[in-house]
């Protein structure tokens, strides 16, 4: 029987009977050796995964816990294989050695995660490997690419700002010429959102974020669509000697259990905050693509499924004392970067990574809000005197001057 995809989801990774009976959980198996019964067969196991089966023979190769969360990782995306990193960032630069060779070249969306720059400027660039960064509403891609250039590499919606990008339409433009299309999904956390069905050869992730989502692990996930590109990600990531704990992959697969219901909480509470912040005098504009103002509206209807619980805002009239006065009359957001956890955060957006990407076009601070599960009413009582508390210094450091 062909069941929804939230029972999937949930079945996904469920531990087979033994004996008769089954726990709920797979269980959390640590080991470094994997002990074989005799060498017959040990060599037989050696057979099948040089066949490429996904078989465990040593603890780097990860267990039955970490098959589970593959697993799952498959069905939320519709992936062909699964490959579990230390962290997200680890995901996209094993991503990047792995499909990325010495004198090639890739086209970078301008809106990514900006620690990828740090990939580049540390790694790629002593490799001769070259990036080149594009506007995605902006440039034509077929004239940017190059005879060397092998990769597209998009984020969708982009970190700190949302721009909704029209993957459909970029994947198609890398596809004809030849190119990996890789999409980092974290926004998404692989359940708003479908990359690997809109056209892209493989999906980066955060699970640190929503998949984990209580805020105690970091993880990362590579999934990829198909067998020729998952051999090239493998052979990197064993050469890497990629490893994740047991335990967090347990704790990431537990978390992915109730992902639908808490995206969907995430979701309701983000859009009452964003509509009660776009109606505020000292906000300026709210980035969120849930609001039928925000221009990735129309796209991000048509390809996601729901919103999650990001979004900025740009101050009206704010300078940066009085955003920095915003965040510290504050109360029930913690001031820290990630987000997807079940509480909520704020973080000011650094002027010089609003300025690496083209979709930015405003002069005031942003603030990023990652808006928890605590009740909304509290939230924006809360967002409304750390408002006026700064309005008051700002209004103070006038009469000063
Ligand atoms: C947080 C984040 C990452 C990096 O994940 P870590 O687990 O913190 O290394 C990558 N991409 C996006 C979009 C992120 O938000």
């Known amino acids: 029987m062909n069941h929804h995809y939230d029972t999937r989801l949930l079945q996904a990774g469920k531990p087979d009977f033994f004996q008769g009976t089954a726990p709920v959980n797979v269980p959390v198996v640590r080991t470094s050796t994997v002990r074989y019964q005799s060498t017959q067969v040990q060599r037989e196991l050696h057979e099948r995964r040089d066949n490429g089966e996904e078989v465990a023979s040593y603890g780097r190769h990860g267990t039955d816990t970490h098959r589970a969360l593959e697993q799952a990782f498959n069905t939320l995306e519709g992936g062909h294989r699964t490959f579990l990193t230390p962290s997200g960032l680890s995901a996209i630069a ?8 010495p004198g090639e070249h ?42 060397n250039t092998r990769l ?47 056209g892209a050869h493989v999906s980066v992730h955060a699970a640190t974020k929503y998949i984990g989502g209580h805020s105690d692990l970091m ?30 992959a347990y704790l990431a697969l537990r978390g992915l259990r109730s992902l639908p219901v808490r995206l969907a909480q995430h979701g309701r509470n983000a859009l009452a905050v964003a509509r009660h912040l776009q109606a505020h005098a000292e ?56 987000w997807g956890g079940y509480e909520s955060l704020v973080l000011a957006a650094a002027p010089g990574r609003l300025a690496e990407h083209s979709y930015w076009q405003g002069t005031r601070p942003v603030v990023r809000l990652h ?21 008051r210094q700002e209004i103070d450091s006038w009469s000063q001057r």
């Open 371 to 391: 808006i928890g599960l605590e009740d909304p009413d509290d939230l924006i009582a809360d967002l409304d005197q750390a408002l006026a508390a700064a309005s």
């Open 283 to 338: 906000v300026a504009k709210v980035f969120h693509p849930a609001l039928p103002e925000d221009p990735g509206h129309a796209l991000w209807r048509r390809d996601f499924s729901g919103a999650n619980g990001l979004l900025s805002i740009e101050f009206s009239r704010f300078g940066a004392a009085a955003a920095d006065a915003f965040i510290n009359a504050l109360t029930l957001f913690g001031i820290g970067a990630s």
């Open 106 to 147: 890739a086209l970078v969306a301008d809106s990514v995660y900006s620690p990828l720059r740090r990939i580049e400027a540390r790694l790629l660039e002593r490799l001769n490997i070259t990036l080149t960064y594009f506007s995605p509403a902006r440039d034509d891609i077929s004239t940017l690419a190059r005879p």
């Open 219 to 248: 993880m990362g996930a590579i999934v990829v669509a198909d067998a020729s590109r998952a051999e090239s990600l493998a052979l990197a990531y064993d050469t890497l000697g990629l490893a994740v704990s047991a335990d967090d």
């Open 152 to 198: 597209l590499y998009l984020e969708s919606p982009s970190s700190l700002l949302f721009e909704v990008l029209d993957l459909p339409a970029l994947a198609a433009a890398g596809r004809a010429l030849g190119l990996t299309v890789v999409a980092d999904n974290t926004w998404g956390a692989g359940y708003l959102y479908h990359p690997l069905q809109l």
């Open 94 to 101: 094993t991503t990047l050695l792995a499909l990325l060779s």
